[in-house]
């Protein structure tokens, strides 16, 4: 399994987990592990999925998030979770 | 597992403080494209670049995408130009035919730099090797991409003179010839002491002949993370200092790595080492210079800068070093002026001055970089700053570079502005005595003596 990690960065409002969690669920993306917290007046969430069910390409869902992100106002970025634990694990 | 911390904490460093992977340089090996037709060499140098380097930007692309670091260029160091010219080069003329080969082939795998057009000359020149350095102005003059480099010196071979006093004048016709856009042909042609083989930073990278059919090399940078991460310890003592950067470097690099065995992978070429640098860009915090500042020096250049530069280069290499498998290159702190907009503030108010710079380049990782002179500086004054930086490095047994660009037409407190990655230099105050009765002596250095060191 290949985690991959996907961050949303803005402005608090109704819907934004049901509108990503319903676009994960859509493309049979499943949810490992979902934090957040509010920095500096910014909502910051992070969710630790597993697309290896989709059928969907990475840079597809990629493109997705950041579309829905864009509907939302608020920044969704995709990254693999390799980069996190390199740089935070020996 | 990864907490929302450290996510933040990545991120906050690629979007905030511009960590970014700097190079991903393929190096490919042209010993087999050696013909005794120059039309056949350079047919065969083409086909082997294109077939080699197709992917090589997709593949950056691509990793740049998926894990969400800027992947800031694609280049290709290639085998030095002095050796693969030898059997076919008999005119200048030649040697620009395989330069714009270069740019040709760079071009169509979408690169934005070729380095390799190339000569090592550390103890003397070959008629070929000659042939290439006199075809430099040209050759810069008539392509985009292409870099080139002339090792003349090392701590094992002494220093080539006539080498350095030729080219002084190489570096003046250069300037002369690209006079209309600031000299610019300069600023894509390095002089070495002790060059590495698997440099992937230009203008210096050359696929050296130690080096495998073809590699990857990767360098890093990340200045602004390392500024923000002392801004937390502004009044801590030296310990603590270190251990900032180290644990930052430790970091910085790790992405590297990642990056570098990504890209081996998906390209199906060997991962050869990261280069553990810190390079500056022109964007305001992407500056050494801050650096110096936030450890408490007024300016770059204030008394305790080489200080300041020794003790980060080391700890830059320290806490690198246990984050990648190999490490290489010319692993360390740049401190070219052009490309950090806190150096040009201090050359401006005039607190770093050319011979501060020299001072510093003993203890960074390379020399005097991209610094913009009077256009009217003697070719044996250029000569003499060469001949000073290389012997730095032969008695020190490290590597030095000079890379200096001689503005035609501008004098000091005028500007040269070279654009993109390259940025805009002040022109810098050179001394005005004479060296042209040393320079004029010809010959070579000797080798430096291993024992009695003081």
Redesign the interface.
């Known amino acids: 399994m290949r985690r991959t990690?996907i961050?949303v960065l803005g402005k608090d409002k109704v819907g934004i987990i049901a509108k990503v969690c319903t676009f994960l669920a859509t493309n049979n993306i499943n949810i490992l592990?979902i934090?957040?917290?509010i920095?500096q007046g910014f909502f910051?969430m992070?969710m630790?999925v597993d697309i290896n069910e989709s059928s969907k390409e990475?840079?597809d869902i990629?493109n997705e998030l950041e579309q829905i992100g864009i509907e939302l106002g608020c920044k969704i970025?995709?990254?693999?979770?390799?980069?996190?634990?390199?740089?935070?694990r020996i | 597992?990864?907490?929302?911390k450290?996510?933040?904490?990545?991120?906050t460093m690629i979007q905030e403080m511009n960590l970014d992977v700097r190079t991903i340089t393929l190096g490919i090996n042209l010993l087999d494209c050696m013909s005794d037709d120059i039309t056949k060499l350079c047919d065969n140098i083409y086909h082997k670049i294109v077939m080699t380097a197709k992917d090589l930007v997709k593949v950056g692309n691509?990793i740049e995408?998926?894990?969400?670091?800027p992947i800031v260029n694609k280049r290709i160091s290639v085998t030095p130009i002095g050796l693969i010219g030898a059997s076919s080069c008999k005119t200048i003329d030649d040697f620009v035919c395989i330069a714009k080969t270069l740019d040709l082939a760079a071009n169509k795998v979408g690169v934005n730099f070729i380095g390799g057009f190339s000569a090592i000359v550390s103890k003397g020149m070959t008629k070929c090797e000659e042939l290439l350095i006199r075809s430099l102005p040209i050759a810069l003059k008539e392509t985009k991409c292409v870099c080139a480099s002339v090792n003349v010196g090392s701590t094992k071979t002494g220093i080539d003179m006539d080498a350095i006093k030729l080219l002084g004048e190489i570096i003046h016709q250069t300037a002369e010839e690209t006079k209309d856009f600031d000299s610019i042909g300069c600023a894509k042609l390095v002089v070495f002491c002790n060059a590495p083989d698997d440099n992937p930073f230009m203008a210096g990278a050359f696929h050296g002949i130690s080096e495998p059919d073809s590699v990857i090399n990767v360098g890093v940078s990340g200045p602004g993370v390392v500024k923000r991460a002392l801004e937390e310890v502004k009044d801590a003592d030296f310990e603590v200092l270190c251990e900032t950067i180290k644990k930052t470097a430790f970091?910085i690099t790790?992405?590297g790595?990642?990056v570098a065995k990504e890209a081996s992978k998906r390209l199906n070429i060997p991962f050869g080492i990261i280069d553990l640098s810190l390079a500056p860009t022109p964007t305001v915090g992407d500056s050494i210079a801050e650096i110096f500042e936030t450890m408490g020096l007024e300016k770059a250049g204030a008394p305790g800068t080489t200080a300041a530069l020794a003790l980060l280069n080391d700890q830059v290499k320290k806490g690198g070093v246990m984050a990648s498998s190999y490490v290489g290159g010319l692993s360390g702190a740049f401190i070219p002026v052009s490309e950090d907009q806190g150096m040009i503030d201090a050359v401006n108010l005039q607190a770093l001055t050319l011979e501060k710079l020299e001072a510093m380049t003993c203890v960074c990782s390379v020399g005097l970089d991209m610094i913009a002179i009077p256009g009217d500086t003697k070719p044996s004054t250029i000569s003499g700053i060469i001949a000073d930086e290389m012997a730095i490095g032969m008695i020190n047994q490290k590597t030095t570079a000079v890379r200096l660009i001689p503005v035609i037409g501008k004098k000091v407190g005028d500007v040269a502005e070279f654009g993109g990655l390259l940025g805009h230099a002040p022109i810098m105050s050179v001394n005005k005595f004479s060296c042209e009765s040393f320079i004029k002596r010809g010959g070579r250095i000797p080798a430096p003596i291993h024992s009695f060191k003081n």
């Not at chain 1, 970025?77 to 935070?88: A, G, L, N, P, V």
């Not at chain 2, 597992?1 to 929302?4: A, F, T, Y």
């Open positions: 990690i961050t592990d934090s957040q917290t920095i910051n992070m630790i990475f840079q990629s970025q995709m990254q693999r979770e390799e980069i996190f634990d390199k740089m935070h | 597992m990864i907490n929302i450290e996510v933040i904490e990545t991120n691509e995408r998926e894990y969400g670091i970091k790790r992405v790595q990642l």
